[in-house]
Nanobody, 127 residues
Framework: EVQLQASGGGLVQAGGSLRLSCAAS????????LGWFRQAPGKEREGVSC????????YYADSVKGRFTISVDSTKNILYLQMNNLKPEDTADYYC????????????????????WGEGTQVTVSS
């Protein structure tokens, strides 16, 4: 059974940093694309960043490029998202996911292709 559990959210001031973690089990990282997505109140879920478990290729939404870094520890089956220089518009519930492909176009990452989802962790950035 595939399981994903995100953690590490919290309240931080603008300009601050947080690191999200996602503990995964039930599948091999090398066979999947892993990603972080977020959903703000009243908005659709959007892709933040993805990483290929096969070759380590990374993808970032334009809105977070240069501020967020995605990584994996394959020995521990943990996915990370280091978030620096946080902005109030980064406030959202953050979800980790796993799937077979990344659909990235126009500076955005689609939720299409993700098969498994974990529960969210809330990130609040105060101004």
């Amino acid at each position: 059974e595939v399981q994903l559990q995100a953690s590490g959210g919290g309240l931080v001031q603008a300009g601050g940093s947080l690191r999200l973690s996602c503990a995964a089990s039930g599948f091999s990282f090398g066979d999947y694309v892993l990603g972080w997505f977020r959903q703000a109140p009243g908005k659709e879920r959007e892709g933040v960043s993805c990483i290929s478990g096969n070759d380590g290729s990374t993808y970032y939404a334009d809105s977070v490029k240069g501020r967020f870094t995605i990584s994996v520890d394959s020995t521990k089956n943990i996915l990370y998202l280091q978030m620096n220089n946080l902005k109030p518009e980064d406030t959202a519930d953050y979800y980790c996911a796993a799937g077979r492909e990344v659909v990235a176009l126009g500076g955005m990452i689609s939720t299409y292709g993700m098969e498994y989802w974990g529960e969210g962790t809330q990130v609040t950035v105060s101004s």
